[in-house]
């Protein structure tokens, strides 16, 4: 298996400009979560799927911030309109069952300008 | 509130040395203890699980303990080698969430 796919490697985009990211699960896994990392504040979870449905946004820092999931192998992250406080590096990651291993994809580097 | 902790925040050995890092929790009421590595640029990769009822879990050079009495986890890598250097991460799942509680992270700098 590929592992999980996510793309871009690397984004940078000027304050106010839509991001998109994008995220592939690992095949057969039902559990799929959006994590940002940052030097000041470590590993935070955005939002977690299961089934495809979300089950806790909670940590999506505000209404500029949205997540899809419209079938068991695409989710996205988008951001609109983007703010430098947004530069970070935004992690998938996806399990079976929400409860095992975690599989994190490369993350996506994202600079806001 | 669960919190994890991981010390030293950094350590740097010479090549070949048996070496253990640390992770405790607050709370002892947990589902598992996942230990990750993270090289820089990269992603989070799995390296052990070890479920709650599970004293140790090993895989090659590594070897991972949980004591939920103490709250306490080690990680023992044997042997160390340069391409071990990377930042290692702890992160507990509490009994009652889905959430994962993360640990800052120890920057291990093996030296050849």
Same mark, same amino acid.
């Given at each position: 298996?590929?592992?999980?796919?996510?793309?871009?490697?690397?984004?940078?985009?000027?304050?106010?400009?839509?991001?998109?990211?994008?995220?592939?699960?690992?095949?057969?896994?039902?559990?799929?979560?959006?994590?940002?990392?940052?030097?000041?504040?470590?590993?935070?979870?955005?939002?977690?799927?299961?089934?495809?449905?979300?089950?806790?946004?909670?940590?999506?820092? /505000?209404? !500029?911030? @949205? =997540?899809?999931?419209?079938? %068991? *192998?695409?989710?996205?992250?988008?951001?609109?309109?983007? /703010?430098? !406080?947004? @530069? =970070?590096?935004?992690?998938? %990651? *996806?399990?079976?069952?929400?409860?095992?291993?975690?599989?994190?994809?490369?993350?996506?580097?994202?600079?806001?300008? | 509130?669960?919190?994890?902790?991981?010390?030293?925040?950094?350590?740097?050995?010479?090549?070949?040395?048996?070496?253990?890092?640390?992770?405790?929790?607050?709370?002892?009421?947990?589902?598992?203890?996942?230990?990750?590595?993270?090289?820089?640029?990269?992603?989070?990769?799995?390296?052990?699980?070890?479920?709650?009822?599970?004293?140790?879990?090993?895989?090659?050079?590594?070897?991972?303990?949980?004591?939920?009495?103490?709250?306490?986890?080690?990680?023992?890598?044997?042997?160390?080698?340069?391409?071990?250097?990377?930042?290692?991460?702890?992160?507990?799942?509490?009994?009652?969430?889905?959430?994962?509680?993360?640990?800052?992270?120890?920057?291990?700098?093996?030296?050849?």
């Amino acid at each position: 298996d590929a592992g999980v796919i996510q793309s871009p490697r690397h984004e940078v985009t000027e304050m106010g400009q839509e991001v998109t990211l994008r995220c592939k699960p690992i095949s057969g896994h039902n559990s799929l979560f959006w994590y940002r990392q940052t030097m000041m504040r470590g590993l935070e979870l955005l939002i977690y799927f299961n089934n495809n449905v979300p089950i806790d946004d909670s940590g999506m820092p /505000e209404d !500029r911030f @949205s =997540a899809k999931m419209p079938n %068991a *192998s695409f989710s996205t992250l988008k951001i609109q309109p983007s /703010e430098p !406080r947004d @530069s =970070a590096v935004y992690f998938c %990651a *996806s399990s079976l069952g929400g409860i095992e291993k975690l599989f994190f994809g490369s993350g996506t580097q994202l600079s806001v300008l | 509130k669960q919190e994890v902790t991981q010390i030293p925040a950094a350590l740097s050995v010479p090549e070949g040395e048996n070496l253990v890092l640390n992770c405790s929790f607050t709370d002892s009421a947990i589902y598992n203890l996942q230990w990750f590595r993270q090289d820089p640029g990269k992603g989070l990769t799995s390296l052990l699980l070890i479920q709650s009822s599970q004293r140790e879990q090993t895989s090659g050079r590594l070897n991972a303990s949980l004591d939920k009495s103490s709250g306490r986890s080690t990680l023992y890598i044997a042997a160390s080698q340069p391409g071990d250097s990377a930042t290692y991460l702890c992160a507990v799942r509490p009994a009652s969430n889905y959430q994962l509680i993360w640990g800052a992270g120890t920057k291990l700098i093996i030296k050849p």
